[in-house]
């Protein structure tokens, strides 16, 4: 699968988070035991083969213009110091969203169907924790530390009533329907936290999905002009309105035009518009190479009437 994300966003919640936290200090115990005992060298074992990278496989963000673009600090519970204050008062996670997603993948193919088309998908305000939303096959999350606590109690307390030696049969008895039917409890909690949370995936992919397939393509595609066309004005206006300009001065000043209107940094494609521009005919250049533009009455004769325009006067004509 491939992503293709646009925009940056910030999300915040604001709470106590006693069960999250509660989770945290068990997985951080739970993970000094095995450093301790070293038990995590051989229950999680690491590939002793280093993978090969593939430099056309890559997520890193190389481009000129990524480098400039703002960071956004991941403030998460699994991270977080421990301290009384942190434990015993509301904090603030925060996690980087994406303004736009487009997701183009393939399903897995099997014996009976090796033909394997093409998916597109689009999403919005999608957050960086939850990036696995957006792809077709999603991951069901396990037992939290909490509910492996439970049960150990749980099978600690059934060993030991077991092994009481002068235990009356019908208390064991008791005492071990009472533990099974606590762990089957803590089962049917955790599939019902299941079912709410496929529902609750549900829930937000129908509101965060903005298109899919040819609905995707179209409205890239209607971006793309909307961005064309956005360009060829912003030089057009700065010509107007500054004068004459070099093919540098004219990048630089629309670059500052879209930094103090709109507060954006951009790599902005002057070449691009002047040659829209120029073959419009409403864009010249002197004996220097200076470009400059023609007068805007005159600008609107070269280009002629719109298809807005032109439909406009033929309804205009059909009515009188």
Known sequence: YIIFRRGIGIDRTTD?????????????????????????????????????????????????????????????????????????????I???????????????????????GIFVKHFKNIPMADMELVLPEKKNPSLTPMDWVKFLISAVALVGSLEMPKADIWVSIA??????????????????????????ITKSMYDKQLDSGRGTLLHLCDDVIQQEVKEVLVAFFILMEQGKATSQDLDFRCEELIKEE??????????????????????????????????LKRANEIIGPTTEELVLKAKQSVIT
Do not use: H
């Open 175 to 200: 005492i071990l329907s009472g533990l099974i039917g606590y762990c089957a409890k803590i089962y049917i909690t955790f599939q019902a936290n299941m079912a709410a949370y496929q529902s609750l």
């Open 262 to 295: 709109f507060g954006e940094i951009c790599d902005f494609d002057v070449v691009d518009a002047v040659e829209k521009l120029e073959k419009l005919g409403i864009v010249l250049r002197d004996s220097i190479g200076r470009i400059y533009c023609v007068g």
């Open 16 to 92: 106590y988070f006693v069960m999250e936290k509660l989770d945290m200090i068990i997985g951080r115990l739970w993970g000094w035991i095995l450093n301790v005992t070293r038990l995590r060298r051989i229950l999680f074992k690491k590939p002793s083969i280093r993978p090969i990278r593939d430099p056309k496989k890559t997520d890193e963000i190389t481009s000129e213009a990524e480098k400039q673009d703002m960071f956004v600090e991941r403030i998460r519970i699994e991270n977080m110091e421990l301290s009384w204050k942190n434990l015993t008062k509301s904090i603030t």
């Open 94 to 116: 925060q996690e980087p969203t994406f303004d736009r997603i487009i997701v183009v993948y393939r399903q897995a193919s099997i014996k009976e169907k090796t033909e394997r």
